[in-house]
């Protein structure tokens, strides 16, 4: 029977949720009991109700008053975003827990009926406006965020928050700008403090918590710690500062000073009685490097990348959108008789350089957190010829040279140049590759996915019968695609990789965890074990802790199974997490963002990808003082390791590959003549396998091997020196403030002809041109 | 004192402390309502830290701050809904569950989830609003800027929906 009273069908609802004043409740009741149709309508509406009461669907998975109910709660690194806000020191226990959780973990009740509240406030508070409390910002203001990746580069996975709608001011945009805070600086913050011994790890924390505290270079010249920081950065101040008083303690014959005849002519001098103790020294470092940072705060807009003025925020926002970058400033010059040691993990990572070509190549600047200065060191060979013989005892090969300062006077370049030793192809071990594909949404963005596909290709093709490959994916959960598959079976991997499509969101968390589980099953001891991340960011969903995943890949490393992580694309690119992740487990990390630098990556060196001569790698160059005035190493700030380490194999460091090159430059002030003894001493230790011995040896450091002019160095020595400079251009580190890219133009463009270093030169003009044209 | 002016004053003397209190207070209902209007946790989740964010950024002095938050995590929120018309993942993956036995919860959930889609975000908004937080017409009407007639034709217009997209067995409640 059709009903009549179309106008009482919502008073029917009105009715069933207690809105209908008594006069409609009665004729709602008179009405149902002559209309069947309604009372149906009225028994479904009930149920409808009532289902939802029972299972409401705006729950999380697990419902109401189940456990999982704290889904609702913000992610620990979502709070940390928040509490770093409000001046919060991040509190984060080792184990990666919030411990600002624990103020008080409302109970569920206790919260519903807070959220009644809040609403009833809402209401309250209705003459407010409803919309957008403050003026609509106009959606440039937020695409004009300094070097953020143009637009459509980017695959914001939330939009609202990538184009903010209530923004007053371009400062406020920058706020709102990292929007998808996947893992807070704070976090990454702390992983590195555990890495940092003792009070130095204290010191690098203050350094950080305070970056801007300008009145620091006053308290080091009064200490005279580091007299050439004095004068505004300069590289060619004079000292400024008088010496340390002699401490009259007598000179602690450390066991470190015992190797080498550089530092027996060092010990002679009578400046060396007055060395402070090594903690000291490394105190006074850490305090240089705050200074240091303290100048590169005060650049400003005449620095060549010119960020945000971001003083008046209480943290500055990691990166715009979603990349994420971490400094750690330029390392500052040390005054050899306070500290003749310089000690740091080796490194073969490229990512930084990829990434920075990649920006150029994009007219944009580069994030000068994203330019690490070893890693564009080590992006070019060095010449020194890789010792392929077989029963050589050293992993290495090594050089070490140097030539005057080309571009300030007085000053000289010192290069330590190491080969790593080259592993035959047909003697390499075979390889288990687990490969752990990130397919979540933003993998689709620039056809990142299709990039990935590529590249594993092109290693598949290079690998043969001896080697497998197992591949597992992550979106919003983990998925097996293919268990471990003999590389004999190329079509079947191959077919497997094609069939990869974007989905969801991403879980790395559990993408790594069937990662490692397919690895084991394909583990042979002696081979190469490898965990293959593909990605173009971080976690979303599932464990985001940076903690928890870094724990688990160090377990799996130190059990033989190595990572390496391949980062693709930018929009929401994590160069700081990839970096640790590789860090951690031992692997290696390299930024891919074409299919020819995928081919540079695992064709050029396949043995390379998979074959790790030297693990656990570190240098440590100690000057003698009285030829060394005062030095300064370039880059590697992430790798520094405390001089009381270099010999504790204990202590991770880096791991490289057959046939890498691993360069490090030092500017020096020298002093005296060959009459008062060597430049110096190199010492190389590594371990051959993950629990074997460290093997040590060592170069000396002559005048010999140090050039005339810059010109007669070797054209890979200059390549270096240049690439570095322009690193630290790119850094805005204090050391090149106020220098033009002009006359790093001209000895870039008096390079040898080589596709790489006529890339070089390209760069440079182009980040000169972008540089120029703010 | 008011409950926000309670607040903001422990907020001034330790942000520390008093930030820590308001996120306590306020973050699961924000994140649930969110998640009602946007369907994806995630995103809900994005939205509220958004929203806390901006409370410390823009230093507002709300005569409410349950309010005031409120508000602009649901501007966030219906933001991305109306950019993006984004596609509800909440029972993402559950459809292979379809065809077991409509007698647990389960199964209830994932018709009902299913269902619940297919309402506009901001009929989600109402029925979350009157069956969780037992609003009153006026107030959602309050809340969401609309007139309490519309209020009460959007619910009922959702019930509708919701029970034509039910499946008979589960609306019959086959359960026991």
Same mark, same amino acid.
């Given at each position: 029977m059709k009903c009549v009273r179309e106008d009482l069908k919502a008073r029917i609802t009105d009715v069933l949720v207690g809105e209908a004043q008594s006069s409609v409740r009665e004729q709602v009741f008179l009405h149902l009991e002559d209309c069947a149709s309604c009372r149906e309508d009225r028994d479904r509406m009930a149920k409808v109700l009532g289902l939802l009461k029972e299972? *409401?669907?705006?729950?999380?998975?697990?419902?109401?008053? @189940?456990?999982? #109910?704290?889904?609702d709660r913000l992610s620990v690194i979502q709070r940390q975003r928040i509490e770093s806000l409000a001046g919060r020191r991040p509190s984060i226990s080792p184990a990666g827990?919030?411990?600002?959780?624990?103020?008080s973990w409302l109970a569920l009740a206790a919260s519903l009926s807070a959220v009644g509240i809040a609403l009833v406030l809402a209401r309250r508070g @209705?003459?407010?406006? =409803?919309?957008?409390?403050?003026p609509k910002a106009t959606v440039s203001s937020v695409n004009q965020l +300094?070097?953020? &990746?143009e637009a459509p580069v980017s695959f914001p996975k939330s939009p609202a928050l990538a184009e *903010?709608? %209530?923004?007053?001011t371009p400062a406020a945009a920058r706020s709102h700008a &990292?929007?998808?805070?996947?893992?807070a600086p704070e976090a990454m913050r702390e992983f590195e403090r555990q890495t940092w011994p003792g009070e130095l790890g204290q010191a690098i924390e203050e350094t950080k918590a305070e970056?801007?505290?300008?009145d620091a270079g006053n308290e080091l010249r009064d200490e005279g710690?580091? #007299?050439?920081?004095?004068?505004?950065?300069?590289?060619? #101040?004079?000292?400024a500062a008088t010496p340390p008083?002699? %401490?009259?303690?007598?000179p602690s014959k450390d066991e470190? =000073? $015992?190797?080498?005849e550089t530092v027996d002519a060092a010990a002679e001098s009578p400046a060396m009685e007055s060395r402070p103790s090594l903690g000291k020294s490394r105190e006074s470092y850490a305090e240089a490097a705050k200074r240091s940072q303290a100048e590169v705060d005060r650049v400003? +807009?005449?620095?060549l990348v010119a960020e945000?003025? $971001?003083?008046?925020?209480p943290e500055p926002p990691p990166? +715009?959108?979603d990349m994420f970058f971490e400094s750690k400033g330029a390392n500052p010059f040390v005054v050899t008789e306070e500290d003749p040691q310089a000690t740091f993990g080796l490194d073969v990572d490229t990512a930084s350089y990829t990434l920075t070509r990649n920006y150029l190549n994009r007219g944009l600047l580069p994030p000068?957190?994203?330019? $690490?200065v070893e890693e564009f060191i080590n992006s070019f060979p060095n010449n020194v010829a890789a010792d392929?013989?077989?029963? %050589? &005892?050293?992993?290495f090969a090594v050089r070490v040279d140097g030539a005057p300062h080309p571009l300030h006077a007085g000053f000289h370049i010192l290069r330590v140049a190491m080969k790593a030793r080259e592993v035959d192809p047909r003697e390499r071990k075979a390889a288990h590759l687990t490969f752990v594909i990130d397919v979540s949404g933003s993998m689709a963005a620039e056809n990142r996915l299709g990039l990935v596909k590529r590249s594993l290709a092109l290693l598949v093709d290079k690998l043969d019968e001896r080697d497998t490959i197992g591949v597992v994916v992550y979106g919003t959960t983990g998925r097996r695609v293919? &268990? *471990?598959? @003999?590389?004999?079976n190329r079509d079947r991997i191959m077919a497997a990789i094609d069939r990869l499509r974007p989905e969801g969101s991403t879980n790395l968390q559990d993408g790594l965890d069937l990662g490692y589980e397919m690895a084991m099953e394909s583990f042979t001891r002696g081979a190469s074990n490898r965990v293959v991340l593909c990605t173009d960011g971080v976690a979303?969903?599932?464990?985001?802790e940076a903690g928890t995943l870094l724990s688990r890949i160090r377990r799996e490393a130190k059990r033989g199974i190595d990572m390496m992580a391949l980062g693709f694309g930018m929009?929401?690119?994590n160069d700081a997490l990839l970096q640790r992740l590789a860090d951690e487990g031992n692997g290696q990390y390299a930024y891919i963002d074409d299919l020819g630098e995928a081919r540079a990556f695992f064709l050029r060196r396949l043995t390379s990808v998979?074959?790790?001569?030297?693990?656990?790698a570190k240098a440590q160059v100690e000057f003698n003082p009285a030829r060394v005035e005062r030095y300064r190493l370039l880059g590697y700030e992430k790798r520094d390791i405390a001089d009381?380490?270099?010999?504790?194999?204990?202590v991770d460091a880096g791991e490289i590959n057959s046939g890498h090159s691993v360069t490090a430059l030092f500017e020096v002030k020298l002093t005296g003549g060959p009459g008062s003894g060597k430049i110096g001493v190199a010492r190389i230790r590594y371990k051959t396998g993950p629990r074997s011995e460290g093997v040590e040896f060592s170069r000396e450091i002559v005048?010999?091997?140090? #050039?005339?002019s810059f010109d007669q160095a070797s054209p890979a020595f200059r390549t270096a020196f240049v690439a570095a400079r322009f690193a630290e251009h790119l850094r805005k580190s204090s050391w090149v403030n106020? !220098? @033009?890219l002009a006359s790093l133009q001209s000895l870039a463009d008096e390079l040898p002809e080589a596709p790489q270093t006529n890339e070089l030169a390209d760069l440079i003009r182009k980040a000169a041109r972008l540089s120029r044209d703010r | 004192m008011s409950e926000t002016e309670v607040l903001l004053a422990e907020f001034d003397r330790d942000p520390e402390v008093g930030l820590s209190k308001i996120m306590d207070r306020f973050e699961k209902p924000l994140v649930r309502h969110a998640r009602a209007v946007l369907l994806d946790t995630e995103a809900a989740k994005d939205v509220v830290q958004e929203a806390f964010i901006r409370f410390l950024t823009e230093k507002p002095r709300p005569d409410n701050l349950g309010g005031w938050l409120y508000r602009v995590s649901r501007n966030l929120a219906l933001d991305i809904v109306r950019k993006e018309k984004r596609r509800m993942r909440?029972? !993402?993956? =559950?459809?292979?569950?379809? !065809?077991?036995? +409509?007698?647990t919860t389960a199964t209830l959930r994932v018709d009902l989830g299913r269902a619940y889609t297919k309402l506009s975000p901001e009929q989600r908004e109402v029925v979350f609003l009157k069956v969780?937080?037992?609003?009153?017409y006026k107030e959602i009407a309050d809340t969401i800027g609309k007139p309490a007639g519309t209020v009460g034709w959007m619910l009922h217009e959702a019930l509708k929906t919701l029970a034509a997209e039910l499946r008979p067995e589960t609306l019959l409640g086959v359960r026991s």
């Amino acid at each position: 029977m059709k009903c009549v009273r179309e106008d009482l069908k919502a008073r029917i609802t009105d009715v069933l949720v207690g809105e209908a004043q008594s006069s409609v409740r009665e004729q709602v009741f008179l009405h149902l009991e002559d209309c069947a149709s309604c009372r149906e309508d009225r028994d479904r509406m009930a149920k409808v109700l009532g289902l939802l009461k029972e299972a *409401p669907p705006w729950a999380a998975e697990g419902g109401l008053g @189940s456990p999982a #109910a704290d889904v609702d709660r913000l992610s620990v690194i979502q709070r940390q975003r928040i509490e770093s806000l409000a001046g919060r020191r991040p509190s984060i226990s080792p184990a990666g827990k919030a411990s600002g959780h624990s103020i008080s973990w409302l109970a569920l009740a206790a919260s519903l009926s807070a959220v009644g509240i809040a609403l009833v406030l809402a209401r309250r508070g @209705s003459q407010m406006p =409803l919309e957008a409390p403050v003026p609509k910002a106009t959606v440039s203001s937020v695409n004009q965020l +300094p070097q953020a &990746p143009e637009a459509p580069v980017s695959f914001p996975k939330s939009p609202a928050l990538a184009e *903010p709608q %209530s923004v007053t001011t371009p400062a406020a945009a920058r706020s709102h700008a &990292p929007a998808r805070v996947r893992v807070a600086p704070e976090a990454m913050r702390e992983f590195e403090r555990q890495t940092w011994p003792g009070e130095l790890g204290q010191a690098i924390e203050e350094t950080k918590a305070e970056p801007k505290k300008n009145d620091a270079g006053n308290e080091l010249r009064d200490e005279g710690r580091v #007299a050439g920081m004095a004068a505004g950065g300069s590289l060619g #101040a004079e000292v400024a500062a008088t010496p340390p008083a002699p %401490s009259g303690a007598p000179p602690s014959k450390d066991e470190r =000073l $015992r190797t080498s005849e550089t530092v027996d002519a060092a010990a002679e001098s009578p400046a060396m009685e007055s060395r402070p103790s090594l903690g000291k020294s490394r105190e006074s470092y850490a305090e240089a490097a705050k200074r240091s940072q303290a100048e590169v705060d005060r650049v400003g +807009p005449g620095g060549l990348v010119a960020e945000p003025d $971001r003083r008046d925020q209480p943290e500055p926002p990691p990166a +715009p959108r979603d990349m994420f970058f971490e400094s750690k400033g330029a390392n500052p010059f040390v005054v050899t008789e306070e500290d003749p040691q310089a000690t740091f993990g080796l490194d073969v990572d490229t990512a930084s350089y990829t990434l920075t070509r990649n920006y150029l190549n994009r007219g944009l600047l580069p994030p000068s957190a994203a330019v $690490r200065v070893e890693e564009f060191i080590n992006s070019f060979p060095n010449n020194v010829a890789a010792d392929r013989g077989g029963d %050589s &005892p050293s992993a290495f090969a090594v050089r070490v040279d140097g030539a005057p300062h080309p571009l300030h006077a007085g000053f000289h370049i010192l290069r330590v140049a190491m080969k790593a030793r080259e592993v035959d192809p047909r003697e390499r071990k075979a390889a288990h590759l687990t490969f752990v594909i990130d397919v979540s949404g933003s993998m689709a963005a620039e056809n990142r996915l299709g990039l990935v596909k590529r590249s594993l290709a092109l290693l598949v093709d290079k690998l043969d019968e001896r080697d497998t490959i197992g591949v597992v994916v992550y979106g919003t959960t983990g998925r097996r695609v293919l &268990p *471990p598959t @003999s590389v004999r079976n190329r079509d079947r991997i191959m077919a497997a990789i094609d069939r990869l499509r974007p989905e969801g969101s991403t879980n790395l968390q559990d993408g790594l965890d069937l990662g490692y589980e397919m690895a084991m099953e394909s583990f042979t001891r002696g081979a190469s074990n490898r965990v293959v991340l593909c990605t173009d960011g971080v976690a979303n969903t599932g464990e985001t802790e940076a903690g928890t995943l870094l724990s688990r890949i160090r377990r799996e490393a130190k059990r033989g199974i190595d990572m390496m992580a391949l980062g693709f694309g930018m929009g929401n690119y994590n160069d700081a997490l990839l970096q640790r992740l590789a860090d951690e487990g031992n692997g290696q990390y390299a930024y891919i963002d074409d299919l020819g630098e995928a081919r540079a990556f695992f064709l050029r060196r396949l043995t390379s990808v998979l074959e790790v001569v030297a693990r656990d790698a570190k240098a440590q160059v100690e000057f003698n003082p009285a030829r060394v005035e005062r030095y300064r190493l370039l880059g590697y700030e992430k790798r520094d390791i405390a001089d009381r380490d270099f010999r504790n194999d204990a202590v991770d460091a880096g791991e490289i590959n057959s046939g890498h090159s691993v360069t490090a430059l030092f500017e020096v002030k020298l002093t005296g003549g060959p009459g008062s003894g060597k430049i110096g001493v190199a010492r190389i230790r590594y371990k051959t396998g993950p629990r074997s011995e460290g093997v040590e040896f060592s170069r000396e450091i002559v005048d010999a091997a140090v #050039a005339r002019s810059f010109d007669q160095a070797s054209p890979a020595f200059r390549t270096a020196f240049v690439a570095a400079r322009f690193a630290e251009h790119l850094r805005k580190s204090s050391w090149v403030n106020g !220098e @033009s890219l002009a006359s790093l133009q001209s000895l870039a463009d008096e390079l040898p002809e080589a596709p790489q270093t006529n890339e070089l030169a390209d760069l440079i003009r182009k980040a000169a041109r972008l540089s120029r044209d703010r | 004192m008011s409950e926000t002016e309670v607040l903001l004053a422990e907020f001034d003397r330790d942000p520390e402390v008093g930030l820590s209190k308001i996120m306590d207070r306020f973050e699961k209902p924000l994140v649930r309502h969110a998640r009602a209007v946007l369907l994806d946790t995630e995103a809900a989740k994005d939205v509220v830290q958004e929203a806390f964010i901006r409370f410390l950024t823009e230093k507002p002095r709300p005569d409410n701050l349950g309010g005031w938050l409120y508000r602009v995590s649901r501007n966030l929120a219906l933001d991305i809904v109306r950019k993006e018309k984004r596609r509800m993942r909440l029972n !993402e993956g =559950l459809d292979e569950k379809h !065809e077991a036995s +409509p007698e647990t919860t389960a199964t209830l959930r994932v018709d009902l989830g299913r269902a619940y889609t297919k309402l506009s975000p901001e009929q989600r908004e109402v029925v979350f609003l009157k069956v969780q937080e037992g609003l009153s017409y006026k107030e959602i009407a309050d809340t969401i800027g609309k007139p309490a007639g519309t209020v009460g034709w959007m619910l009922h217009e959702a019930l509708k929906t919701l029970a034509a997209e039910l499946r008979p067995e589960t609306l019959l409640g086959v359960r026991s």
